[in-house]
């Protein structure tokens, strides 16, 4: 019988490190006055707007907790995920996004994120998010931990949503899933800042692509894949 010892782990000791991701200067200057002013368990120690400028603050200050938005210019949060963890692959990341769908969730979980709240939760529970996804936990928003299982038991396929998804445009998504949620074209036009013509244009796009004949059919679709 060995009388060796395994080492202790060391405790954690002062703030948890935070770089904070987000391409909307005002939301992040919000978010980093709420964490600071609520907590001195929380330290924002870099900013991020896009893929590049994120990536460049997480390798700087290899942090405890990256706050990841999903939708960011020059590819998107799985895409800092990825480039992170090719050399640091201990970084940890809290995806906190606007987006409850289906497709962000799980991208972002599968490109290695430990978590995925939505922008309405409350200070004082992103404060403890942070502290379990640094201590190794998984946090996610109720609604969203259900679209976790159904990925991972194979109730939703996976594969055929990034496929199916991967052939419409950012902009084609954005119709698709306004029009899915039973938005007029005048409507689509009026939140996405376009004209009624290029709503149709966009929506034919999408119905070719997805080898649908209608909106009824797109709506079932999008339904379906739990993306409204």
Request: without cysteine; glycine residues 8%.
């Amino acid at each position: 019988m060995t009388n060796a010892q395994t080492e202790p782990t060391p405790e954690h000791t002062g703030p948890w490190r935070v770089v904070l991701v987000d391409d909307h200067g005002i939301f992040r200057a919000g978010v980093r006055h709420e964490l600071e002013q609520a907590s001195d368990k929380v330290e924002i120690v870099g900013e991020g707007e896009d893929v590049a400028t994120s990536v460049k603050a997480i390798l700087a200050t290899v942090p405890d907790v990256v706050l990841l938005d999903v939708h960011l210019p020059g590819g998107g949060g799985a895409e800092v995920i990825k480039k992170v963890h090719a050399t640091q692959p201990k970084v940890k990341f809290l995806a906190l996004s606007v987006s409850d769908a289906a497709e962000d969730v799980i991208g972002v979980i599968r490109a290695g994120a430990r978590g995925y709240v939505t922008k309405s939760i409350s200070t004082d529970d992103l404060i403890d998010s942070i502290g379990r996804v640094a201590t190794n936990d998984a946090v996610f928003s109720p609604r969203l931990a259900g679209f976790v299982l159904d990925a991972f038991s194979g109730s939703i396929d996976v594969a055929s949503i990034d496929e199916d998804l991967d052939r419409l445009s950012q902009r084609e998504r954005e119709v698709m899933k306004l029009i899915a949620r039973g938005y007029s074209y005048k409507e689509v036009a009026k939140e996405l800042f376009i004209s009624i013509k290029t709503v149709e244009t966009h929506v034919s796009s999408v119905l070719r692509k997805l080898q649908l004949s209608n909106r009824y059919q797109l709506t079932k679709w999008a339904t379906d894949r739990k993306l409204v």
